[in-house]
């Protein structure tokens, strides 16, 4: 059976990648196959969660020279078809994204457009939602392109906030309600789309 081969791109301790692993045990993830996962800094818990999952697993240091080339590279070796954004902090460039052949998506915190785009990240985006004094946010999967959190909206849910939230309770309640069901539900979208592609070539 054809699959889209997925990369995942992380930051921390890989909370999203796990709600992908997972789906993909479950079959829910079935049109994608996490192929490698690419962490930006060295310790962190998304590492031990691919190696868990018998996944492969680069270490590319953002602050380091020629950061986006050897993630490209990398991502052609491992002949990846797409890219999936779970809690990578960096801001990838408009030339890394016209240069990566297939499609990225990217997990953001909140409703698009409310509280995006650059500096809004991790508590950031939760803090900047409870002294706006919303009632609702969510999360939202999109496609990456060259103005952080500026592609076209995949798939959204809504998140209420409730009386006494802390931007830390607050995120959690995003992330299990609202991240961790969209991500993988929108990779398979994006996966099956490739899948389709690649049949209708053969």
């Known amino acids: 059976m054809l699959t889209a081969r997925i990369a995942v791109l992380v930051s921390g301790g890989g909370t999203n990648l796990q709600a992908l692993i997972d789906a993909q045990a479950r079959g829910e993830l079935k049109s994608g196959q996490i192929a490698l996962v690419i962490a930006d800094k060295a310790g962190i818990g998304a ?28 991502l052609l070796e491992h002949n990846i078809d797409m890219v999936v954004l779970a809690g990578f902090l960096g801001i990838l460039s408009g030339g ?47 496609y990456v392109n060259d103005i952080p959190d500026g592609g076209q909206i995949i798939l959204q849910k809504a998140v209420d906030v409730l009386p006494g939230d802390t931007p830390e309770i607050l995120q959690r309640r995003v992330m ?4 961790w069901v969209l991500l993988p539900q929108a990779a398979e979208l994006v996966a099956a789309g490739i899948v389709n592609e690649k049949e209708n070539a053969l």
């Open 47 to 74: 590492i031990g969660r691919a190696e868990a999952a018998g996944i492969d697993c680069a270490l590319i240091v953002r602050k380091e020279p020629n950061f986006e080339e050897k993630v490209l590279s990398a």
């Open 96 to 142: 890394f994204v016209e240069k990566f052949p297939g499609p990225m998506i990217n997990i953001h915190p909140a409703l698009i457009p409310s509280f995006c785009g650059k500096g809004f990240y991790g508590l950031r985006v939760h803090q900047a939602a409870l002294d706006y004094g919303v009632k609702v946010t969510g999360a939202t999967v999109h």
């Open 176 to 179: 299990e309600q609202a991240e």
